[in-house]
Nanobody, 126 residues
């Protein structure tokens, strides 16, 4: 049961990146998968989530309208398309999954997730 994040890099402000979270079958099937980020000296914060049952998406206010989360079921991968990047988006980005078949409404804090991938660094230069 694992998640593997990738796709980070260095980009200029205004640019785009697409992060990928490849999951094993048990980490992907009927699980909500989200993205968090952690900047140096700051706590890990919620970025986005895609719900497995209703296919609803939720975003942090700071990224709404710029980031899009979506999934490819055939590839068992969740993506985070990041456009119009800003220097304040610089952080290590983590993907995470909630419990199997979780259908609640708690998904904004670290403790709401049971599976975590390793981080991928995103650096946005000004």
């Amino acid at each position: 049961v694992q998640l593997q994040a990738s796709g980070g890099g260095l980009v200029q402000a205004g640019g785009s990146l697409r992060l990928s979270c490849a999951a094993s079958e048990r980490a992907f099937d009927r699980r909500n998968v989200g993205w968090f980020r952690q900047a140096p000296g700051k706590e890990r914060e919620f970025v986005a989530i895609l719900l497995w049952r209703r296919r609803s998406t939720y975003y942090a206010e700071s990224v709404k309208g710029r980031f899009t989360i979506y999934r490819d079921n055939a590839k068992k991968t969740v993506y985070l398309q990041m456009n119009s990047l800003k220097p304040e988006d610089t952080a290590v980005y983590y993907c995470a999954a909630q419990g199997f078949m979780y259908d609640g409404t708690a998904y904004y804090t670290v403790s709401d997730y049971s599976l975590w991938g390793q981080g991928t660094q995103v650096t946005v230069s000004s």
